[in-house]
Nanobody, 116 residues
Framework: QVQLVESGGGLVQVGESLRLSCAAS????????MAWFRQAPGKEREFVAR????????NYANSVEGRFTISRDNAQNTVYLQMNTLQPGDTAVYYC?????????WGQGTQVTVSS
C-alpha cells in the first residue's frame, strides 16, 4: 500500500532553516509528481511546492518562492523540502502528497513551529 512518512519538523527561531523529508513506498516513485502542502491552525490546507517525476520542473506558492526548495532523490524514494529564512507565518503541519490513478494519498504530517 502507498505510504508517505514525513520527518524533519521542529521548533526553530525566525530566520532559521529546516529540511523536511518524505519517504515514500508502495508505488513507483519515479513516475509521479510529488508535492508538499501545509495546514496552519484554523486554516485550510494549502499548496507549498511541487516537483515533477524526474525533478525537471518545480513550482512554488508565492508565499515561499525564493525561500523554499523542493527536491527529490528517486534512488531513495524520498522528496525533500528545504526551508530557509523561516517566518512565524510558516508555522503549520507540513504534509507530503501524491496522486496515483486519481487517488490522493497524504502522509501523517510533521509539525513546523517558527518562534519569534
Amino acid at each position: 500500500q502507498v505510504q508517505l512518512v514525513e520527518s524533519g519538523g521542529g521548533l526553530v527561531q525566525v530566520g532559521e532553516s529546516l529540511r523536511l523529508s518524505c519517504a515514500a513506498s508502495g508505488f513507483t516513485f519515479n513516475r509521479h509528481t510529488m508535492a508538499w502542502f501545509r495546514q496552519a491552525p484554523g486554516k485550510e490546507r494549502e499548496f507549498v511546492a511541487r516537483i515533477t517525476c524526474n525533478g525537471g520542473a518545480e513550482n512554488y506558492a508565492n508565499s515561499v518562492e525564493g525561500r523554499f526548495t523542493i527536491s527529490r532523490d528517486n534512488a531513495q524514494n524520498t522528496v525533500y523540502l528545504q526551508m530557509n529564512t523561516l517566518q512565524p507565518g510558516d508555522t503549520a503541519v507540513y504534509y507530503c502528497k501524491v496522486t496515483i490513478a486519481a487517488m490522493t494519498y497524504w502522509g501523517q504530517g510533521t509539525q513546523v513551529t517558527v518562534s519569534s
